[in-house]
């Protein structure tokens, strides 16, 4: 059996599929760009306030399942390009407690929706 979950406090879905799908005690959450909820507006001014965005996305969807970042084992980051890595990774890393943090990749991708330079999606447990 599977549970939809959608918060307001995130972005709604561009297309076919829910902002995230439990199942069981898994919580397998789409990608998120950087779409300010409130506003619709995507935030891109810089990698730093883009990647926040991203994880605040991310933050209000494992609220909405009940969840916090301790709850992430796996993460995927796509990005544009490659020399924003350390700066995605310093955001990213600010939203996890380094000693439980979960496995993850972060890959190089040609495009991603609306032209934003990162999206990042993961997969929670309770």
Known sequence: ????????????????????????NTLYASGQIAINP????LVTDNINDETKQVMENIAAILEAANMTFENVVKATIFIMDMNNFA??????????????APARETVQVACLPKNVNVEISIIAVQ
């Open 1 to 24: 059996m599977k549970k939809i979950i959608f918060t307001e406090k995130a972005p709604a879905p561009i297309g076919p599929y829910n902002q995230a799908v439990l199942s069981g």
């Open 38 to 41: 409130a506003s619709g507006e």
């Open 87 to 100: 700066a995605i990774n310093t955001v990213y890393g600010s939203f996890f407690n380094e000693k439980t």
